[in-house]
């Protein structure tokens, strides 16, 4: 799995890893969700320090988080975005959904 899930404090922090793709991003969505349900947290952080590459899966995965998200009354967050995957975000019009 390329994600692990931290909770403390009402914030859910997913720490990212490896390649985000059409195989993994489900299984990434699958944790991230079930964490999200069990929780009702009031913020996501999305971290994207270790992650590799991400296709056009990984801003689907975030779509569908920050809707999620917003079904809780939450919001949320990217950090960490290396300079490659910054791109891909900005160009997707996703950050301007996010902070």
Do not use: W
Request: glycine residues 8%.
């Amino acid at each position: 799995m390329n994600v692990k899930t931290i909770y403390d404090d009402g914030e859910l922090t997913a720490l990212l890893f490896g390649e985000i793709d059409h195989h993994t991003a489900r299984d990434i969505r699958l944790s991230v969700d079930s964490e999200i349900e069990k929780h009702h947290p009031t913020k996501l952080i999305l971290d994207f320090r270790r992650v590799k590459f991400m296709d056009s899966s990984g801003i689907g995965l975030i779509m569908g988080r920050y809707r999620l998200m917003k079904l809780v009354g939450g919001e949320i967050v990217l950090c960490n975005v290396p300079p490659h995957l910054e791109r891909i975000i900005a160009l997707s019009g996703v950050r301007s959904i996010t902070k």
